[in-house]
């Protein structure tokens, strides 16, 4: 079955600098890449996503790249705030028959004031 | 427009005992899928219902079981509880095929 390795487990950044969270994934056969943010007690809550015949995605201060051969993708956040403050997860699937998301581990972001 | 509902919020079972967790699907969303969170750890996959049939199953003990009724609701089962079994259990609904899963609010069961 698919294996998602997520890196690193916790970042700590100034607020106003990039954050950079690295994922790689092992079933080739994946095809769809959603981030989710989640804070202390909630639900993940999708922050952007990717499909497999796209390199790249961005959707204001946050940016995601997919690097298929490689099996890796990156989520980026510019201009970090403290309310970016919260647990990230990468996932994988394969969508042809429904969503069935393998997580990685989660990286716990801080941003300092 | 509502979203993923699940209910209950927080519940407490005894260790053996039997839980049934109750989800229902984003409007105009036919699948549902379950996912279990431990503490600090990322959501695994249990299972998912479409056309109320099981169509994917995660590596998850047949002690967890679900239902999936005509209204496209779903229930989680889970027998025998372990005090391993303590955690978020988030249900999530999509559109088939494979379009964006929304997850709910999620329901804490912790096992004593």
């Known amino acids: 079955g698919e294996n998602v390795e997520q890196h690193p487990s916790t970042l700590s950044v100034q607020e106003g600098d990039s954050a950079v969270i690295k994922c790689t994934y092992s079933?080739?056969?994946?095809?769809?890449f959603p981030w989710y943010k989640q804070e202390l007690g909630k639900r993940p809550q999708l922050i952007i996503d990717i499909r497999s015949n796209v390199g790249e995605k961005k959707d204001q201060r946050i940016a995601v790249t997919l690097n298929k051969t490689a099996k890796h993708f990156s989520l980026h956040i510019t201009e970090t705030q403290p309310e970016d403050s919260a647990v990230y997860f990468c996932a994988a699937s394969e969508q042809a028959a429904g969503n069935k998301l393998t997580f990685g581990g989660g990286t716990r972001v801080l941003v300092k004031p | 427009d509502a979203g993923v509902t699940q209910s209950p919020t927080h519940l407490i079972k005894t260790r053996g005992q039997q839980v049934t967790l109750r989800c229902s699907p984003k409007s105009g969303h036919d699948t549902v899928s379950w996912y279990q969170q431990a503490l600090g750890q990322g959501p695994q996959f249990i299972f998912q219902?479409?056309?109320?049939?099981?169509?994917q199953r995660g590596n998850f003990p047949d002690r967890f079981s679900g239902h999936q009724f005509p209204n496209y609701s779903s229930e989680l089962n889970v027998n025998a509880l372990l005090l391993g079994d303590s955690a978020l259990y988030l249900c999530?609904?999509?559109?088939?095929?494979?379009?964006?899963?929304?997850f709910g609010e999620g329901s804490w069961l912790t096992v004593v």
């Open positions: 219902y479409y056309e109320e049939e099981e169509r």
């Open positions: 999530a609904s999509e559109r088939m095929p494979g379009n964006t899963i929304y």
């Open positions: 079933d080739s056969a994946s095809n769809y």
